[in-house]
């Protein structure tokens, strides 16, 4: 994922990628379907959760506020 700016032509806040894992209930009436999601989680495995930063981060993000973030990603999906 990519952070921007919302602005043209802004420069990249910052990248990252999650390896996620989601469950959801799904009802379908008169074929439009409802999802419901239950659960959305960030696998912490070697290649995605165990860094200290994102991987292209311009923001100057310490590992303090990286983790605070991904905790925060993990609700902001949530509430969708």
């Known amino acids: 994922m990519t952070w921007k700016k919302d602005e043209k032509k802004a420069k990249e ?4 990628e999650f390896s996620v894992v989601s469950e ?3 009802k ?4 439009i379907m409802f999802p419901n999601l239950l659960e ?3 696998i912490p495995d070697a290649k995605y959760g165990k860094r200290d930063y994102p991987i ?3 923001i100057d993000m310490s ?3 990286y983790f605070m973030f991904k ?3 993990k609700h902001v999906f949530l509430n969708l």
């Open 56 to 58: 292209r981060n311009t």
């Open 28 to 31: 379908i009436e008169d074929d």
């Open 13 to 16: 806040l910052l990248y990252d």
């Open 63 to 65: 590992t303090q506020e």
């Open 40 to 42: 959305f989680r960030i």
């Open 24 to 26: 959801y209930m799904l």
């Open 71 to 73: 905790d925060e990603m």
